[in-house]
């Protein structure tokens, strides 16, 4: 009984509404939602252990990955080292066939004439699942040192670029643009990075799900990844309608470089927040961060006064800098 319990608890854990094909010569499909006590203890051993694997390795039969390595080697049965065959990158196979021993080996196959065996632990080393969004979530994960020192050094060029005509290099410039999206950005992208650390740390069987089960759609998510999915919906469409404020606000260069410094900004954010809360130090952190971006928008940027002339938003009280007229 402690058996079922325990498959109950993941249940309720990856509740993502995936199906399992059982097989006992039909095809029997059982949703987790349709799972119950009396349900579970119908099913026979092989069943169960289909379902349990499922549920800890989040794959069973008949999944499909595309292999990412160069090569692998498959052998015809596990305790045979002879007649091997290869698939190659980019090939699509099947999962066929599961043992469980000392070492988990996985049957495979590309198709009726090449299949073969394959320990778990390479298996998962040379293959992504066969999803776009799994892929992304990899090709991202497998290059993100790559891809994050291009965006930092990026923002780092639009940071020069922009204040080469200073007498003195300004960190902060107040007085550029007067929109709330990009403060809504970095707190975003910021609120991104904390709980993505925090699910890896704390829940990592719920990102694991995720990348094996990926959807874009957070209502049919657990809370915690439906939050982070839906951060990163936020983060987009943030990021898009800061795009089209830049648009209204700059010419063609001065935006793009403005729009590489938020980039470059939002990067170290996510990294320095990454790090810290993985030593738990980034939760305080963040929060000082939203304040202190919050303050600085309310203070600095955010435009209190109308232009009683041209109808432009304005700072201060004083000559209007579009019309010229003054506003007592």
Request: aromatic letters at 12%.
């Amino acid at each position: 009984m402690n058996r079922w319990l325990y498959i109950l608890l993941l249940l309720s854990l990856t509740s993502c509404g995936w199906t399992e094909q059982m097989s006992d010569g039909q095809d029997n499909r059982v949703s987790a939602d349709d799972l119950s006590a009396d349900t579970l203890l119908e099913l026979t051993q092989k069943q169960a252990d289909s379902l349990e694997f499922r549920l800890l390795h989040h794959y069973t039969n008949n999944y499909n990955f595309v292999v990412k390595a160069d090569s692998l080697v498959l052998i015809p049965r596990e305790d045979e080292l002879t007649d091997t065959s290869c698939v190659r990158r980019h090939d699509r196979i099947v999962v066929a066939d599961i043992r469980e021993s000392d070492t988990i080996w996985i049957k495979v196959a590309r198709d009726q004439f090449t299949m073969g065996w394959i320990p778990e632990d390479q298996l998962l080393q040379g293959v992504v699942p066969d999803d776009p969004i799994s892929q992304v979530i990899n090709a991202l994960t497998t290059s993100r040192y790559i891809w994050m020192t291009v965006v930092v050094v990026l923002g780092l060029l639009g940071f020069v670029v922009k204040r080469r005509g200073l007498r003195k290099l300004q960190i902060f410039r107040f007085d550029e643009m007067d929109s709330f999206y990009p403060t809504l950005f970095l707190i975003l992208v910021s609120l991104v990075a904390c709980l993505y650390v925090s699910i890896q740390h704390f829940t990592p069987e719920f990102w694991q799900e995720y990348y094996f089960h990926p959807t874009l759609n957070p209502l049919i998510l657990p809370p915690v990844m439906a939050i982070l999915l839906t951060l990163v919906w936020a983060v987009i469409i943030v990021f898009i309608a800061m795009l089209v404020d830049v648009y209204h606000h700059f010419y063609i260069l001065p935006g793009l470089m403005y729009i590489l410094e938020m980039l470059g900004s939002a990067m170290i954010s996510y990294l320095v927040i990454k790090w810290t809360t993985s030593i738990y130090v980034g939760y305080v952190l963040l929060a000082i961060y939203i304040v202190v971006l919050l303050y600085i928008y309310y203070k600095y940027i955010r435009c209190k006064y109308v232009c009683g002339s041209c109808g432009m938003r304005i700072k201060t009280k004083g000559v209007c800098p579009h019309c010229g007229k003054l506003n007592i």
